[in-house]
């Protein structure tokens, strides 16, 4: 009897410290970008790891320039399968500086210069891994970074910080996808 008691004992305790230790991966599956408390981080490299999905051109005010949009490969392939963005999908909006010019293509032709601004993510989540955290919410995870420290998030509640402006694209989970047309079949 107390052999198996033993036996027991160290089978659970096996089990139980393999289930903790799983839990990190899983989370480090949901999105290399995302803790398991929920902090966002930059996501270094997402020019050339990650899908152009469109731009916009703001002409003038604060925002003014253009806002540069990203996703994963992954991301754009899931959601023209499925018409929706994959749990751990990153949205980039990055903002640009422009000028304008003539050009041979015309005149008052406007680019994006190398004066960055700021940029915006967003992280899917449909299963609110982070219940109470200000950072995650309708069915996201919302994060700013600024060019003076590009490595810390400046949300400190999505609702006040985010939130309302986004509520004309409600319908469409939030994002802006008619600026996407990379999402669609082509
Ligand atoms: C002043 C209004 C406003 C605020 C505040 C705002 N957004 Fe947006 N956001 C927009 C609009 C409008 C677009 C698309 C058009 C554009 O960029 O001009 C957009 C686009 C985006 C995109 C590109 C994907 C998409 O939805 O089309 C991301 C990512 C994004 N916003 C994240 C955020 C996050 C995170 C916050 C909070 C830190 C935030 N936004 C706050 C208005 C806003």
């Known amino acids: 009897m107390d052999f198996h008691k033993k036996l027991m004992t160290t089978l659970l305790l096996v089990a139980a410290v393999g289930l903790t230790s799983t839990v990190p991966a899983a989370a480090e599956q949901f999105s290399p970008y995302v803790d398991a408390s929920g902090n966002v981080n930059f996501p270094e490299g997402f020019r050339t790891s990650m899908v152009h999905l469109g731009s916009w051109y703001v002409p003038q005010g604060d925002a003014s320039g253009f806002h540069d949009v990203y996703t994963e490969r992954e991301s754009v392939e899931a959601y023209r399968r499925t018409g929706k963005f994959p749990d751990g999908a990153t949205l980039v909006k990055e903002l640009r500086a422009s000028q304008s010019g003539s050009f041979t293509t015309g005149q008052g032709v406007s680019y994006a210069t190398s004066g960055l601004k700021q940029w915006f ?62 999402l669609g079949a082509d």
């Open 121 to 182: 993510v967003m992280i899917k989540d449909s299963k609110q891994r982070f219940p109470g955290n200000p950072l995650w919410g309708e069915g996201w995870g919302w994060a700013l970074f600024k060019p003076d420290a590009p490595r810390k998030n400046v949300v400190s509640n999505f609702q006040q910080d985010c939130l309302g402006c986004h509520v004309p694209a409600k319908d469409r989970d939030w994002v802006y996808t008619q600026a996407y047309p990379t």
